[in-house]
């Protein structure tokens, strides 16, 4: 009844009794949950020309509500990315008319993007769909599961795994 990870455990075990290799299982199960998700969210994305991170720049944007406008150092925070990173995205949707820059007035060293009216129409939709398919993807797991999956997920972030580097600081 179990699966492939288990089948590898199996053999670990045999071969390693000395090992607890119990957090094998679940990050090994994680790895195979991300390799199939992957690809199914991006299909999404890539059916309206985005990429994942394109996406994540509008969504941002709309998030920040009416006027749906951030400076690039508020998208690269909220985005946890480099500046350098966040430029290369914010020229590609300019390009693609989804947002676009302007100067800003309170600080005339720095500018402010914001989503274009097809930005926001493309976002919209995309997140519509977006949602429906996570859903779709989630529908094995009971509300309860998805909770207690959330907060599992949560703890193993606000541990090592959530530090730089992935180590305690």
């Known amino acids: ?80 990315m480099s500046r350098a990173g966040m430029t290369n995205r914010l020229d590609r949707l300019e390009a693609a008319g989804l947002v676009e820059r302007s100067l800003d007035p309170a600080d005339r060293r720095s500018f402010r993007v914001r989503l274009t009216d097809e930005g926001l129409r493309i976002i919209d939709e995309t997140l519509t769909e977006h949602a429906a398919n996570l859903a779709r993807l989630a529908s094995p797991l009971t509300s309860e599961d998805t909770e207690t999956l959330a907060t599992i997920l949560r703890k193993l972030l606000d541990g090592p795994l959530g530090k730089p580097g992935g180590r305690e600081a």
């Open 1 to 80: 009844m179990g699966d492939a990870v288990d089948g590898i455990l199996e053999q670990w075990r045999r071969e390693r009794p000395d090992l607890d290799l119990s957090a094998m299982g679940v990050f090994g199960r994680l790895a195979q949950v991300m390799r199939v998700l992957e690809p199914q969210v991006d299909q999404v994305f890539t059916k309206r020309g985005l990429r994942q991170g394109e996406f994540d720049v509008l969504a941002a944007l709309r998030r920040a509500g009416p006027p749906y406008t951030l400076i690039p150092s508020e998208l690269s925070a909220v985005l946890m």
